[in-house]
């Protein structure tokens, strides 16, 4: 599994961090869920508006893919309007994860 780390930031002061959560999750989920090998997403925030979305995908083709098809850049164009700058992206090899079931 592969993650790709998405880091950026809100201004509080002139954008609603709920406002720019739903704008997140109308416009750029959807497209994530057609993606080949897209695994699921957590969208991470502080009340001072800094970010980061973390993106999982099945393989490193997959997490390539989907940056080199031009979909990221899509679904960033998406979202620029909201950002005081440019985010920074890197993408991981997923080394451990840990996910207890619940009740164990």
């Known amino acids: ?19 720019a959560q739903g704008v ?10 057609k993606q080949a090998g897209y695994e699921g997403c957590y969208l991470l925030r502080t009340e001072s508006g800094k970010g980061a979305v973390v993106s999982l995908w099945e393989s490193e083709d997959a997490a390539v893919s ?22 920074e992206v890197d ?8 996910h207890p079931i619940e009740g164990e």
């Not at 993408?91 to 840990?98: E, K, R």
Request: aromatic content about 12%.
């Open 91 to 98: 993408t991981f090899q997923v080394a451990f994860a840990d």
């Open 1 to 19: 599994m592969y993650a790709r780390l998405t880091q950026f930031h809100v201004d509080p002061k002139d954008i609603d961090l709920d406002i």
């Open 24 to 33: 997140f999750e109308r416009l750029v989920v959807p497209e994530m869920r």
């Open 66 to 87: 989907s940056e080199t098809s031009g979909y990221y850049a899509e679904q960033l164009a998406k979202l620029m309007p909201l950002l005081g700058s440019s985010p």
